[in-house]
């Protein structure tokens, strides 16, 4: 899956991580870019993201992924960070119920800043800590089907399902984005027959950019 270093990047997809303090995000993003983790996190403070560049259907995407405080008083940001996002890990710990029960109002935040076709996970991190489980995968899954996402258990500290994770968002986004230029090629003019029979647009400035950098801190 991994991508070798220097090869050309055809798609940069922006996802953002959002879920309460210590739930595990800064974790999360850890393991899947740099496959690190550590017991002594700090909460973060302000914006950050890192990019892990995979290969999706023979094509090159870089991810882009976003993560921000959970505590409302680090938070610098709200419209930025959602803007341009094509993906969202909804992040809750199985041993924190409160974390879960919060998980409607980050829904709402998310929806209504980001754009209608936005894929979601729910994730539900720290799944090696079944001892301390207080929330069931039932009542996960649940909740996601009601709401369409995705859902997944995750451990950043074991390493499992956190690929998965990602790879499924990613996947789902790059077949939206592919339809959306099938479609677009298909009727140029807006009025043509389309391919997919479902016309679906694709938020955000351009899902296909250069190598380029862009703005903001990394770290
Ligand atoms: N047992 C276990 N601990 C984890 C896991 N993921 C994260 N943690 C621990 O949970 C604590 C919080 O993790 P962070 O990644 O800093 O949490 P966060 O959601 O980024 O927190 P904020 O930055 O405050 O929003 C740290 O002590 C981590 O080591 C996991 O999968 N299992």
New binding site residues.
Partial sequence: MAAAAGDKVDYVFKVVLI??????????LARFARNE????????IGVEFQTRTLVIQHKSVKAQIW?????ER?RAVTSAYYRGALGAML?YDITKRQSFDHIPRWLEELRSHADKNLVIMLIG?????EDQRSVSTEDAKEFAQKEGLFFLE?????ATNVDSAFITVLTEVFQIVNKKTLVSESQPDGNGPTLSGKKIIVPGPAQEIPKSKTCCSSS
């Fill in positions: 879920g309460d303090s210590a739930v595990g995000k800064s974790q999360i983790f550590s017991l002594d996190s700090k909460a973060t993560d921000t405080a959970g505590q680090y992040v991190n720290k799944s090696d800590l995750t451990s950043a500290m074991q």
